[in-house]
Nanobody, 120 residues
Framework: QVQLVESGGGLVQPGGSLRLSCAAS????????MGWYRRAPGRQRELVAA???????SYADSVGGRFTISRDNAKNTVYLQMNSLKPEDTTVYYC??????????????WGQGTQVTVSS
């Protein structure tokens, strides 16, 4: 069974930091593109950050340089370091593993999500 397990969410004050982790198992390997998404209720899905197997990264404009995505291929784990958090960052964050280019159209997997709440 393919499984993505997120952790690291929680409650933090504005300006604080969190580090999210996503551990991939099953058939997920280092040639997948890994990403973090968020979706507020009633709103469009937003790609927060993504990283390729070669280490290339991309970020949403809304991140504004505050977030950093990284991966540890030996552990098959991706991280999202979140600094200078704002109340508008509050939502559930989802890990995604996308291997469709190399592994076919069904190689696209999602975690269950981890809640991030930024509030004073």
């Amino acid at each position: 069974q393919v499984q993505l397990v997120e952790s690291g969410g929680g409650l933090v004050q504005p300006g604080g930091s969190l580090r999210l982790s996503c551990a991939a198992s099953g058939s997920i390997f280092s040639d997948y593109v890994m990403g973090w998404y968020r979706r507020a209720p009633g709103r469009q899905r937003e790609l927060v950050a993504a990283i390729t197997s070669g280490g290339s990264t991309s970020y949403a404009d809304s991140v504004g340089g505050r977030f950093t995505i990284s991966r540890d291929n030996a552990k098959n784990t991706v991280y999202l370091q979140m600094n200078s958090l704002k109340p508008e960052d509050t939502t559930v964050y989802y890990c995604n593993a996308d291997g469709r280019v190399l592994h076919g159209p069904n190689a696209d997997y999602w975690g269950q999500g981890t809640q991030v709440t930024v509030s004073s």
